[in-house]
């Protein structure tokens, strides 16, 4: 099913969601079924996994000179979706990048997921790699994850990009693209990010998943911009609990969202990771009592392998 349709199907309740990543290559499916297997019984619908596309890293070679090798740390996205969908009987959301991708890599990673039966999809414009200052699009790639959206919305239409083929099946994928409260680090202001968010959605987007935030307040007041521009499209919180003291620093910068004083504080004060830990735990349940309240459609919850921490949460919170 889609995950629309498990939002219109949900009688104003919230759902619940979670987000898996590949193991590092070398692992195996053990490690993402012992996340969700503790995560199962609160009966998400859905579960996304990310994409990671690949990296460049320096070998040193006898000769003294490096060598620049291309590698993907965490491959099998669209294996661990089958593999989940199998296991389970929910549906799996692969996210699907720009980035690495030519049009035509990306028609056929499509066609993957539509003969697997995977018809929804997260699509992502993806970050640059690491070392290069800003996201370079592959040559015949798409720079945002509005074409996106676009390629992924003339599928469903029936249209692939050799003009020659006729009366191509047409898709049904269901697309979510992500949303940023404190705006995406690289627009200019908020008002011109929610322009192109707009525009994803404009072009075909069925949902929105938020950045993750640790205020509340960042989230209504997205929502309400959202719906004052025009987007009408549910938007699902994306929800992380802070569990070590060094993410008060490293999660502004890598995602950059603002830590709320209140929770900086409390964290500050801590004695021991346990005590973090529980800081973390308790604001992540006051934040999705309160979002379910508010009436989200869904809480998203970025696992990050840590099922112990999430279950906690959801134990409080379904
Ligand atoms: P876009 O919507 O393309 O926006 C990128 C930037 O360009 C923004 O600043 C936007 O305002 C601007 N922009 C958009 N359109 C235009 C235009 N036409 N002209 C000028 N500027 C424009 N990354 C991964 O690699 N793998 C994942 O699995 C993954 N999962 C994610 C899940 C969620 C819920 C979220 C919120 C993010 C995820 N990311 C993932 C990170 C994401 O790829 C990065 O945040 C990336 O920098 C932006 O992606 P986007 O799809 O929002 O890009």
């Known amino acids: 099913m889609k995950v629309t349709e498990?939002?219109?199907?949900?009688?104003g309740q919230t759902l619940v969601s979670f987000e898996v990543l590949p193991p590092l290559k070398g692992g195996s499916m053990k490690t993402i079924f012992d996340t969700l297997d503790p995560l199962i019984e609160f009966k998400p619908p859905f579960i996304d996994v990310t994409y990671h596309r690949e990296e460049f890293i320096y070998k040193k070679r006898d000769s003294g000179y490096y060598e620049k090798i291309a590698i993907r740390k965490r491959p099998g996205t669209?294996?661990?979706?089958?593999?989940?969908?199998?296991?389970?009987?929910?549906?799996?959301?692969?996210?699907?990048?720009?980035?690495?991708?030519?049009?035509?890599?990306?028609?056929n990673a499509l066609i993957d997921l539509n003969f697997l039966n995977i018809n929804n999809v997260l699509a992502l414009r993806g970050d640059a790699r690491p070392f290069e200052g800003k996201f370079i699009a592959e040559p015949g790639g798409h720079p945002y994850a509005l074409d996106l959206v676009?390629?992924?919305v003339e599928m469903n239409q029936g249209k692939y990009l050799d003009p020659n083929i006729e009366n191509g099946e047409k898709t049904d994928f269901c697309i979510g693209v992500a949303g940023y409260p404190e705006k995406h680090f690289e627009s200019a202001n908020l008002?011109?990010?929610l322009q192109y968010t707009k525009a994803k959605v404009d072009a075909g987007a069925d949902y929105i998943?938020?950045?993750?935030?640790?205020?509340?307040?960042?989230?209504?007041?997205?929502?309400d911009l959202c719906r004052k521009a025009g987007i009408e499209v549910p938007i699902v919180p994306g929800l992380k609990p802070l569990t070590r003291k060094y993410q008060l620093s490293s999660i502004p910068r890598l995602f950059f969202v603002n830590m709320p004083e209140e929770l900086a504080v409390e964290v500050s004060k801590a004695a021991t990771d346990e005590a973090v830990k529980e800081i973390g735990i308790e604001w992540c349940i006051a934040q999705s009592k309160e979002l379910k309240a508010a009436g989200a459609p869904c809480l998203h919850y970025y696992t990050m392998g840590d099922s112990a921490t999430i279950r906690r949460i959801a134990e409080a919170v379904f």
């Not at 669209?78 to 990306?106: N, Q, W």
């Open 6 to 11: 498990y939002f219109a199907n949900a009688n």
């Open 78 to 107: 669209v294996g661990i979706c089958a593999s989940i969908m199998h296991r389970y009987g929910v549906d799996a959301v692969p996210h699907l990048i720009c980035g690495g991708f030519t049009k035509e890599e990306t028609e």
């Open 150 to 152: 676009r390629q992924i």
């Open 191 to 193: 008002k011109l990010d």
């Open 209 to 223: 998943v938020t950045q993750m935030f640790f205020d509340n307040a960042r989230y209504f007041e997205y929502v």
